[in-house]
């Protein structure tokens, strides 16, 4: 648009679109205008029962616009009385992003996606009227629909606020209005101007409003007409959103206070806030406020001189009433405190040890007490600096607290506060450097061993190293930020400046560290930018000002280019500049942006490693948009050179790749950059970080993280790449090995509560940020992270066994099984939140107090916890002394908190809560004028008897836990209230906390100096204790601190203190172990492994990023994770040049000769089966080209009776999938067009012109490999033997489909079958726990040879040429085998051969033969090697892939190689022929020999088979992913053959005219395959989720066909065939969702979740109309609607749907839902005896019988095993048939009374249910899951696992 202009001061949106024409907008439904009375002009009124089929459109047609860019949109309506409206906004974002913004009466709660708001309306009343009153008591409008008085209503929707709050995107403009019935229109306008339809234009001209101040009244046109002497708002609502106050719910549309006065517009695009207020203040409080303005005001200094400090003064040590009046004010009390004050001396600084890890504080004399409201400086306790100078005036002679500290920080768990933008690594590439609240971190990444820097008084917000990282400058947060400069080797700090700024956000110091800049805002809170000269800091020279600017110019980051100290980059919304300091100036030009002025950039980056004296032409600065855009800029001419951006993979049709590129799509906001000379890395809000060449052609490593990536920054190595998230993770990729390493996980919050498992060094933290989190103390690794929607208060670890337990904020008390990773019990005794959680120290009892007053009593012994007692009125009310409001003595016997009320501390009696004693804390200091009331309490050890008790009067008192005497008090004893306290277990010492400051102090207090002080917490601490071995000190608030405890022992016997010390050393040994806690009690945990997918050029559509996660789902608890150290983080390989590093090389090649261990007799063959090796157990191979079967639980019926040939009551009619974890398992010859494959245990024969099928039975296991005779006459199958046996060979006739011959020989898998060239011999391969090559005779199949060979066998192959020669490749290295004839005896020659050094320590795992006399092998680490078989040696290698190469193939001079990397490679190798044989193994290079790349193509899995023409020009691959490619390099094709789904399939559904069906599977996918070619038409992907259940709409056209599908996280999501796209997204349920249908009508969609509650939702918006909660507490199993008039059963209703739990229950409803009915017809309740199996019990299953649906077929766990037929009429079960196996699925026919029932031990059971006459099908490999009938019957679909089967139905 040209102009904006014109829409201001507002535009009238209906008269903009002339809407009485019609033309710009457009009507649906009875859309009519009548004549308002009260407002007393014409007005739309919208009417309809569906609100969705009646509205005004504007503007008419979806390519069109408003346009409009008024920040504020006004709806002047009346909602109708009594019924639902739905308004509809369509907004657009400036990144371009439409987001749909809509509200109404109808929606019960706030809903968001990135792409659509809804927010409730909650609607007003009349004045006076009742529905006020109630509105008013409630705190909130009236929910539902609109009250018979609701009034006229002027909407006021601020859209930029709306836009930025809920998507943090900003507002562009307002693309389209929908109004939907039921509602009055007056009129809509939009405007930058904030109006109040309440004033008048002469109410604004007194009150001088006008439309220069940003508000004034509303136009005449749109006003509300009042008559003299009345109130607008008597009569009218105004409503606001964003409304003022705190009515709830907080994200809904309601009305606010009736007047509010007009808030001043900003132009800025943050939420408003409002203005500070004045208050008038008492004269205490003004004398209060004035001390503190002359302590914390700067000193003025003279002009022009900066405020520098040039030395750091000497840390003194100052007794408490020797330090002055202004210091302390507690010089009659007769404790002391050993403090540390600063000398007002500004003498230099000795030296410090460069070990010195302590606490290090220094205050500038200006900062005087610092902020007030927090621990002041001078009481800080620092650890000894190397001469400690003492004042003069302190008594040395006094007794103090040894040793002196006797704290020392050890550890902290934390990463953030202010920001997680600022991470940074040492020069070396062994350390970071991080932020962690107020103090700065460096952690070794190899050992995460700790160094501290502290001294900032606040959260540090930046951070900067010079080049060569000795030099570390920070800066804190705050009104007056403070610089410091440090040493960084020696840890000492080496200047400290303050400027005039605040919200110093960014440093950046010159490669030189001469050069330090940093952004900030000034006291008019515009941009400041000041740069300093640092270049003599390290001598201890001043720190000056170079230069200063302050600038309107938005500046997010700025960094000083590393080739010239006098040149700096910054960039922030809007701009790009470039920075000059020259005489003393700061000037700035910015870059010309052109088109892209307006976006708002994240961050800047030249391109590291280029020399510092290139030429300035040839600098490239980099930069990153939050649109997405990466910036190309030449430096020296100042002008973009390329713009790039960062889109989404986009969904893509099948037979269609999948290209990443940088420039189509939406953006993904980009926030970090860094650029090596090799390579960039960037971190996105998508939680990827992503590593692409310096062209971007397309991203080559990638690691996604669980949070937005905030910072990326690569080493100066450029080997390592370190990843920052905004939730708190730090860790970094290690770019040659691919493996990331998680550094630091924290909690995003306030830690509010912990505790210690003393046994196994665990920490149990809770947390603010709703989670509870369990640490390693020793490696400070996170190993479990429990989730949940409740907040978590308190929690608490059981003595001795690994369980704890957990409060939280509903008053649910939880307890955790770690070992077992489950929940143990649950209950809820507390209505307000659990204050005090406690076990008994003998582990015998669990206490828990509530906010409300109530005490629990739990048995602890018992695995259920179950409840002894609950007393109310027991605990003080109030939520101050969480989280441990209770104390329990040490020999378990008395339990104290604080109540019945705040003055009262009671002992209870810890095993019946019968109160012992009552202390009266109010009535022991009578002097006081205030009443004096608890907050925490502590029992020191039994044998003192004592109970500390911390009052609010900042006093500790301890009493008599016989008699409530006061035995001793301490005042004074913080600065503020003592948040936590506790005792040491020889009662010697006393730790208490308060605000940010933890004090050690002598228990006895008979000292001259009682106490120490530490300091480090930015944030008030929550809870402070002791370890359970006594040797530290956690403390938690702001971040996790684990402080080491260094007092000496009571009694210093040698062989405790030596005890002692072996536990210390014993625990730092274990954190560094290997492989620290890889197994937690027999729970597997998170490896960390990298996923094997990324967003390719040639990739297909993206898959389900499997995370190696362990859940534990608990219902709506949420879930329970067990990971290790490293996070569900994916790393990415895509080919990479360069060798690939080799370890461990093997000896060279030695030969090893095998004698044949039978001959060909079959008689000698028997004696084989006591040959067995007596060593150790076969261990599996490290390599994905063997075979494993896929775990199955399931064991074969042998009982089964199979139908006689031809009287089959079903036909399979087709395979629908390949199985991917085969090895070879397909074969194709194209001359004779053969084209096999094997999907579990059948071998499908395709033909590829007809694509009819025909399928091999014969197996029952899965198949593992497939092999065909070169006349393509004979194909052979191998698969497992059932229930243990021997595996079982197949030899097929193709012709016939009839089996030849069956053989049974090896005892494990078969890994490899092969055909000779001439077909005279077949061998075969077994598996790893059998590694035995045999040899039989292609005639006969009896057996001729065999060898067992000492390692696992990969591959084998027979020569081309040679008749007599083959070779196989394994774990120990190449087999040469030659074949020696005697007669109708053949003889295996044997030779091993090592593979050759050079490679390294590999498996070989592939191999082809090329030409006469060379042989190609491949490694898992994806090297090719070159064999001359003649002299048995290897020739050359080259490095083929990144990864494991599976699969080697070669025609003439062609090699195919296919790897785990997805990539599949032809080479050309006709010059290998020319390679002479030498001393050494050459490598491509060396040698000279042109090993040329011709094609590679990326596939959507691993590459497990393939075959190919003799030419190589065109093939077939299959991959892992259950897909069949084909492959024609001629023309750089593929297409897809066969697709299938990976993962286990949930469920399969035909549509109802038959013409489609749909899957959908575990990885998250749904797919719609079309009838009868059974080829994949579209696709629906949904990461990180699982798909359990869909559906289709009822019969309609083509066009508005939709599958509805349930999903893992609650969410339904509704598709459209014709547009292949989403249309809708619906989250009715917090749990997984189990079931889902349509009704019968399609009016309504049933969706059920695991909780048991069933959703009634709308397909047209999306609202939840009704929720079920009949079954609630088990998981709905099945969902079924059919069209019945329900008059027979004596209920109103024209359809009936059931429902199933898994508590064997089901209800059956009657339901007419035009009419709003649903009533409950029928409830079934099935018995069953106690399920006492190991697995989970069978499903419940019921269904109507489609020839008469008042009949219920039910099925499921009972006193027998059947089928029952229930009559709704008769109210009684009519009928059953009895079943053989429990069913795990069934299917009712609608034709020929046929039901399919599948079992788990794989038998398909067909069923005449009037006759009971059966069959049984044998033709899954796994436990059937899902079957499904037609709609007409002719077809049936069966499911087991991945396995699809479709079968044609005959009949019976």
Same mark, same amino acid.
């Given at each position: @648009? ?30 009519? %205008? ?78 968001? &996606? ?49 836009? /930025? ?14 109004? =939907? ?25 007194? @009150? ?88 914390? %005001? ?53 030296? #410090? ?163 330090? =800049? ?9 941009? @400041? ?41 910054? =960039? ?74 960062? !889109? ?66 690569? !080493? ?27 550094? @630091? ?197 039994? !044998? ?75 944030? *008030? ?73 990324? *967003? ?52 060279? &090649? ?51 009776? %199979? ?37 579990? #245990? ?138 020696? +004839? ?187 395959? +079309? ?57 009715? /349920? ?28 709308? *397909? ?25 008039? =329900? ?140 079957? /499904? ?24």
């Amino acid at each position: @648009m040209a102009s904006k202009g014109w829409q201001h001061p507002y535009v009238n949106i209906f008269k903009h679109v002339r809407i009485e024409d019609w033309k710009k907008s457009s009507k649906e439904g009875d859309v009519s %205008t009548y004549t308002d009375k009260k407002l007393k002009c014409s007005v739309f009124r919208i009417r309809g029962s569906v609100p969705a089929n009646s509205y005004i459109l504007i503007p008419k047609h979806s390519h069109q616009s408003l346009g409009l860019t008024g920040q504020y949109f006004y709806l002047l309506f009346r909602p109708t009385p009594g019924k639902y409206f739905v308004v509809t906004l369509d907004v657009a974002a400036e990144e371009g992003q439409v987001v749909r913004i809509s509200f109404s009466n109808m929606f019960k709660e706030f809903k968001s &996606t990135p792409t659509s708001l809804q927010f409730p309306f909650l609607c007003g009343a009349a004045k006076d009227s009742v529905y006020e009153s109630t509105a008013k008591s409630a705190r909130h409008g009236l929910v539902g629909p609109a009250p018979t008085s609701v009034r006229w209503t002027c909407l006021t929707l601020d859209l930029q606020y709306t836009l /930025h709050f809920y998507l943090n995107r900003c507002y562009s403009y307002l693309k389209s209005v929908k109004l =939907c019935a039921n509602m009055a229109v007056k009129n809509m306008f939009t405007s930058d101007l904030l109006l109040d339809p309440g004033v008048s234009f002469s109410e604004a001209k007194l @009150m001088g409003l006008a439309c220069s101040q940003g508000t004034g009244p509303i136009p005449r046109d749109m006003a509300f007409p009042v008559p003299k002497g009345n109130s607008w708002h008597d009569l009218y609502d105004c409503i606001r959103f964003p409304s003022e106050g705190t009515k709830l719910p907080f994200d809904s549309i309601q009305k606010g206070n009736p007047r509010q006065d007009a808030r001043h517009v900003s132009n800025h695009r943050s939420p408003i806030r409002e203005e500070s207020r004045c208050v008038s203040l008492s004269k205490p409080v003004q004398d209060r406020v004035s001390l503190i303005q002359q302590i914390t %005001t700067p000193k003025s200094l003279p002009r022009n001189q900066p405020p520098v400090v040039t030395s750091i003064p000497e840390l003194g040590v100052v007794s408490m009433h020797q330090s002055g009046d202004w210091l302390c004010h507690n010089d009659d009390q007769h404790q002391q405190e050993s403090t540390r004050s600063i000398s007002h001396r500004l003498t230099p600084r000795p030296p #410090c040890d460069a070990d010195d890890d302590g606490v290090h504080v220094f205050v500038h004399p200006e900062e005087g007490l610092g902020k007030h409201g927090e621990e002041s400086e001078e009481e800080l306790v620092c650890t000894p600096v190397a001469h400690l100078v003492r004042s003069s005036s302190s008594k040395d002679t006094k007794q103090q607290l040894l040793p002196d500290p006797i704290l020392r920080l050890s550890q902290i768990i934390g990463f953030g506060g202010a920001t997680t933008k600022c991470v940074l690594w040492t020069k070396s590439g062994d350390a970071v450097v991080y932020p962690c609240h107020a103090i700065i971190v460096s952690m070794k990444i190899s050992s995460n061993q700790q160094r501290f820097f502290i001294g900032h008084t606040d959260k540090v917000s930046a951070l900067a190293f010079n080049g060569n990282t000795t030099v570390l400058a920070s800066a804190q947060t705050g009104n007056h930020s403070v610089v410091r400069v440090w040493n960084y080797n020696k840890g000492n700090c080496l200047a400290m400046f303050r400027i005039h700024a605040h919200s110093l956000s960014s440093l950046s110091f010159s490669y030189s560290g001469g050069i330090l =800049c940093g952004v900030g805002k000034d006291s008019h809170s515009k941009t @400041m930018v000041v740069v300093w000269n640092t270049l003599n800091v390290s001598k201890g020279g001043e720190v000056t000002i170079l230069a200063k600017a302050h600038t309107d110019v938005d500046v997010h980051t700025m960094k000083v280019a590393f080739f010239d100290d006098t040149r700096l980059v910054s =960039c922030g919304r809007d701009n790009i500049r470039l920075w000059r300091v020259r005489n003393g100036t700061l000037r700035s030009c910015p870059v010309n942006l052109g088109d892209y002025h307006s976006l708002d950039f994240t961050d800047v980056a030249f391109e590291e490693g280029n020399s510092s004296y290139q030429h300035l032409d040839d600098q490239t600065l980099y930069a990153s948009s939050r649109s997405g855009h990466i910036f190309e800029i030449d430096y020296s001419r100042v002008v973009i050179r390329n713009v790039r951006r960062l !889109s989404p993979a986009q969904q893509q049709h099948a037979e269609r790749r999948e290209k990443w590129t940088f420039n189509t799509g939406p953006g993904i906001a980009i926030n970090s950059i860094s650029v090596s000379s090799s390579f960039c890395a960037t971190g996105s809000e998508d939680g990827f970080l992503r590593l692409w060449p310096l062209d971007f052609s397309a991203v080559f490593l990638e690691a996604e993280h669980e949070g937005p990536v905030s910072l990326v920054s690569v !080493s100066s190595d450029s080997l390592q790449v370190l990843a920052a998230t905004s939730t708190g993770n730090l860790g970094f990729l290690d770019v040659s090995s691919r493996g990331y390493n998680t550094l @630091m996980r924290s909690h995003t919050d306030t830690v509010l509560g912990f505790s210690v498992d003393g046994i196994r060094r665990h920490l149990t933290t809770a947390s603010s940020d709703g989670t509870v989190r369990i640490w390693n103390m020793d490696s400070l690794h996170q190993l479990y992270d429990f989730v949940s929607e409740d907040s978590p208060c308190s929690v608490a670890f059981h003595p001795s066994e690994q369980i704890f337990s957990c409060g939280f904020s509903s008053g649910i008390v939880r307890v955790f099984d770690i070992s077992s990773a489950k929940l143990l019990a649950e209950h809820k005794q507390h209505r307000g939140e659990v204050v005090g959680l406690a076990f008994s120290p003998d582990g015998d009892f669990m206490y828990s107090a509530g906010s409300q007053g109530s005490l629990a009593l739990y048995n602890s012994s018992e695995e259920e916890h179950s409840v002894i007692r609950v007393v109310c009125n027991m605990i003080a009310q109030g939520t101050e002394r969480a989280p441990d409001a209770l104390t329990v003595s040490s020999d378990s016997l008395c339990l104290a908190f604080v109540g019945p009320s705040e003055y009262i501390v009671t002992i209870a009696d810890a095993r019946s809560l019968d109160e012992l004693l009552h202390v009266d804390v109010s009535i022991l200091d009578v002097e006081s004028p205030r009443l004096d009331s608890a907050l925490k309490v502590c029992f020191s050890p039994a !044998s003192t008897e004592h109970l500390l008790v911390a009052t609010s009067e900042n006093k500790i008192l301890w009493v008599s836990t016989k008699t409530g005497r006061l035995l001793r008090e301490v005042s004074k004893v913080h600065k503020h209230q003592c948040s936590s306290l506790a005792v040491s277990e020889d009662s010697r010492f006393l730790l208490t906390a308060g605000h940010n400051a933890v004090k050690v102090w002598d228990y006895n207090m008979q000292l001259g100096i009682n106490s120490q002080m530490f300091i480090g917490h930015s944030q *008030p601490i929550r809870q402070v204790s002791f370890t359970p071995d006594q040797l530290g000190v956690v403390s938690v608030g702001d971040a996790i601190f684990l402080w080491d405890f260094l007092a000496n022992p009571a009694n210093p016997v040698g062989s405790l203190t030596d005890s002692c010390s072996r536990l210390r050393v014993s625990y730092s040994s274990a954190a560094k172990s290997a492989q620290p806690e890889a197994e937690v009690h027999g729970i597997q945990l998170s490896n960390g492994m990298p996923r094997q997918t990324a *967003p390719l050029p040639t990739s297909p559509p993206p898959r389900l990023d499997v995370s190696t996660m362990d859940q534990v789902e608990q219902g709506a608890l949420g879930s329970l994770s067990l990971c290790d150290d490293t996070p569900t983080i994916t790393t990415v390989p895509v080919p990479a040049t360069g060798p690939a590093s080799s370890s461990n090389p093997r000896p060279a &090649t030695s030969f090893l000769k095998v004698t044949e261990l039978v001959n060909a007799s079959p008689q000698n063959t028997s004696h084989l089966d006591t040959v067995e090796f007596k060593g150790k157990t076969p261990v599996r191979p490290d390599c994905y080209r063997h075979f494993f079967p896929r775990f199955k639980t399931s064991i074969l019926d042998q009982a089964a009776v %199979t139908p006689h040939p031809g009287e089959e009551g079903i036909k399979l009619k087709a395979v629908i999938g390949y199985n991917g974890n085969g090895r070879g398992n397909m074969v194709w010859s194209p001359d004779q067009g053969l084209f096999a494959y094997s999907c579990g #245990c059948v071998v499908v024969v395709e033909y590829l012109h007809t694509g009819s099928q025909r399928h091999l039975q014969g197996h029952s296991e899965e198949i593992s490999c497939l092999a065909v005779t070169n006349d393509a006459q004979t194909v052979a199958s191998a698969a497992g033997g059932s229930n243990g046996s021997r595996s079982l060979i197949c030899i097929w006739d193709v012709q016939t489909g009839a089996c030849r011959k069956t053989i049974s020989y090896h005892r494990g898998a078969v890994q490899s079958l092969a055909f000779s060239r001439d077909d005279r011999f077949f061998l075969s391969v077994g598996d790893f726990t059998n590694p035995e090559v045999a040899l039989w005779s292609s005639k006969t199949f009896q057996m001729l040879s065999s060898v067992s060979l000492s390692g696992p066998i990969h591959d084998a192959a027979f020569s081309p040429s040679a008749a007599s020669q083959l070779a196989c490749v394994g774990s120990q290295g190449v087999y040469f085998c030659l074949m020696h +004839s005697h007669g109708l005896d053949v003889d295996l020659k044997v030779q091993r051969v090592r593979a050759p050094a050079e490679v390294g320590d590999v498996e070989l795992t592939a191999l082809c033969h090329h030409m006469d006399s060379f042989l190609f092998t491949a490694t898992n680490r994806g090297h090719v090697c070159v064999w001359d078989i003649e002299t048995q040696r290897c020739l050359m290698t080259w490095e083929a892939d990144e990864g494991e190469i599976g699969v080697l193939l070669c025609r003439g001079n062609r090699l195919l190689t296919g790897s785990n990397t997805r990539w599949l490679r032809l080479w050309e190798v006709e010059a290998v022929q020319g390679v002479k044989p030498q001393g050494k193994v050459s490598s491509v290079g060396d040698s000279g020999t042109m090993v040329v790349l011709e094609q590679e193509i990326m596939l959507d899995g691993t590459t497990v088979s393939a075959a190919f023409d003799n030419t190589m020009d065109m093939g077939i691959v299959g991959t892992t992913a259950g897909t069949l490619w084909y492959i024609n390099w001629s023309d750089s094709s593929s297409i897809r053959l066969v697709s299938g789904h990976k993962s286990k399939v949930n469920d399969v559904v035909f549509s109802p005219d038959e013409s489609h069906l749909t899957t959908c599977s575990e990885d998250g996918s749904v797919r719609v395959w +079309s009838a009868p070619s059974n080829e994949l038409v579209v696709q629906f992907q949904v990461l990180n989720q699982s798909c359990s259940c869909v559906c289709w709409s009822p019969a309609s056209s083509k066009e508005s066909a939709c599958v509805a599908a349930g999903y893992s996280d609650g969410t339904l999501r509704i598709f459209r065939l014709s547009s292949s796209e989403m249309e809708m997204k619906l989250h009715p /349920h917090h749990v997984s969702v189990t079931a889902v249908q349509y009704s019968a009508d399609g009016h309504v969609i049933l969706s059920a979740g695991k909780n048991g509650l069933v959703a009634i939702s709308s *397909p047209v918006n999306g609202a939840t109309i009704r929720v079920i909660r009949d079954h609630k507490g088990a998981s709905i199993t099945t969902i079924q609607c059919v069209n019945e008039q =329900c008059k027979n059963f004596g209920l109103e209703g024209n359809e009936m749907w059931l429902a199933a739990s898994a508590d064997r229950r089901v209800s059956v409803w009657a339901a007419d839902w035009l009419k709003e009915k649903c009533d409950l017809l029928d409830w079934l309740t099935f018995p069953a005896p106690a399920y006492f199996e190991d697995d989970t019990p069978p499903p419940t299953l019921a269904a109507f019988c489609p020839s008469d649906p008042g009949l219920v077929v039910y099925t499921g766990y009972g006193v027998e095993k059947e089928l029952s037929f229930y009559s709704l009429a008769k109210k009684q079960i009519i009928k059953k048939i009895a079943l053989p196996h429990w069913a795990t699925c069934f299917s009712l026919s609608s034709k020929s009374q046929l039901i399919a029932v599948g079992s788990k031990e794989r038998v398909l059971k067909l069923i005449k249910s009037t006759s009971g006459r059966f069959q049984d099908f044998l033709q899954h490999s796994d436990s059937l899951q899902t079957c /499904h009938f037609s709609p007409s019957g002719t077809l049936l679909f069966t499911v087991a696992y991945n396995e699809i089967l479709l079968w044609e139905v005959r009949g019976l």
